[in-house]
């Protein structure tokens, strides 16, 4: 079930990579809360059960619900369009997810280190990466927004491969999400969207030496 | 207790500095809070350690805590004579909001200073990012908005590295068995870590505080930070938060010093300290904002530092004087460029000239910041930037002396043109009529660091050679 839900989870990542719509990057956020909530389920087996309880439902309630209804009602608010408006065609960003996720694969299985979980390892990596590639390679800054929150999503699953020795960790991994989400969403909602209607990275170069 | 004690008030004085709206009284919470500082920095300053396995009160936090207490302070009598100046239409709110923030970032850069556990720090710089992005929106226009989203986009990716580099330290104690992250006990164990994760964490450490240090890869967002803050908030981001940056990772290199890795370690800071200096050299060439020149001149002085510690207990020493001088010069000019600001209007090199001419004690203000800031003697710099040439001779690294020398001519020589320009050459437009009185008072501070940091170069009171020496945990 384990390795199901992060082949899932990791074929989100390939779906991000062509997807048109912004509308399509919100499903890829709920769908990749709701994985992630069962992989604390079956990962975190000797911790606290109020802690699993905890973590799942910041999953659920946070990443699952919460974040992407504020995202839809930013794109409602700001008229921003439909499109993602990528600097690469859809198909050569298919092509290089693939191969960050080749590469995850190469790397993890070359590691002689019989402690970490490689699946949850490959899953992990492939995401944090292919989350920086498609940060560079938007040029809305709402996409952006969208695609660091799926590299949190990736760092939450590093995480759970330590939670089980240091829960500490994993809540703290809660904190991060709630932190950067709450500061990057509330500056887009509060200010950026008053003041720059559909914004893209392109407005925001005037900072010069 | 007593860092629940300082964090409790500090949490009260900052909320009462967000929501109350009289002047008196946010003046009043504003003192009261400089008080709880001085207090709490003599404390530390006078106790052994912490009763808290959270934090420490090493040699390296009183150093660290005692630069604070002294800058925190100073930037806020000149942020109360900015609130007030700069803008006299602004609201309370926004007043109170702008010292709130500064109470909040000084509390969190003082405590990612005093951490002893690598969460702990991360909370700390999370907290950081969260109250210099107020700053940076101070001015709320379209120019602070583009630098403050870019600071929080870079910061949170930045915490995001930091983090994982936590957990990629979890999975390199976990054969060993190490859960325990706090810097004392990593120390301790530094041999039983797996160096493959450890290398890893590493990078990913020193790439998540390189936005608090203004170093390669992501120094670009604090230039925007520090820029973009009004000038008493960038001289605590150009100072107090790039040594936050560089104690963290002066605590996590320590580990490394115990390991295999050492060697490893220093490549990788020599090489990256070197690109930093080479971009500090280009930009200082060619900038034209003061501003930001200033911001640029501190990543070649975090080069300096991050060089220093690689070079053994000389070079150590060297970069731990150089972090406290250097805290106290930086800020110095910081303020002084406030008072450029009121006199033409301007922060770009082509609309300034002839200062001496409009501000007198302010043109020698600012001379005195630049003979310090470029290492001139008597420059306190002068004495730290020697022991770590020396260190580089008597490391065999004369290739790299080399390239710093001339990286640092080129600097000297950017800088210089700038700062001679303000002083001496006559501006291209000025209407004198609207140029106001500066009360030579305003620059009391400017002249005070860096005579403080002439005393502590060359005088070297004896409990502040003790700190340093005890501060090298190489």
Redesign the interface.
Known sequence: MIDFLLILFTMTLLYAAIANRMQTYLWILILQGAILSGLTYFLLTNIEVYNVVLIIAENLLFKTIAVPWFLHTILKRNQITRETEPYLPNFVSLIIITAIILLSIVITTSINDMFIAKNLFIAAISTIFSALYLIMSRKKIITHVICYLILENGVFLLSLSTGNEMPMLVNLGIMLDIFASVLILGIFFNKIGDVLKDPDVGLLRNLKD | MEIYYFLTISGIIGTGLAINRKKFINYLLLFLYSIALIAYSTHIALTQESHSAYFTFDSLSKLSTLTLCIISIAAFFHGYRYVEKHNPTETPHSKGLFFSAMVILVTAIAHINLSNHL?VS??FV?LS??SA?ILI?HHRN??A??????Y??VG??S??FI??G??FL??AG??AQI?E?SYSNLLQHAQAL?P??LKLSFIFFLLGFSIKMSFIPMYTASI?AK??APAPAGAILASLLMNAGFVAVYRYYAILCQTPLKTWAQSLLIISALVSLFIAAV?MT????IK?MLAYSGIEHMSLMIIGITLGKTGAFAALLHMVLHSLIKPALFFQYNQIYWVYQSKSIYDVGNYFKYNKAGAIALLIGWISLTAIPPSGLFVSEILLFQSLFANHMLLVLIVVMLLLTIIIWGLTSNVLKILFTPPLQINESNIPTISPWESTTQYILPVLAVYLAYFQPGWFIDWISKAIIL
Request: glycine residues 2%.
């Open positions: 969460a991360w909370i999370e990012t969260l992005s929106y379209i120019r908005l583009e630098g403050v989203w870019k929080v986009f949170a990716i915490v995001t983090y994982i936590i957990l979890s999975t976990k054969q859960t992250l797996n493959f994760w925007d820029d973009k930009y060619r900038v034209k904002n930001r």
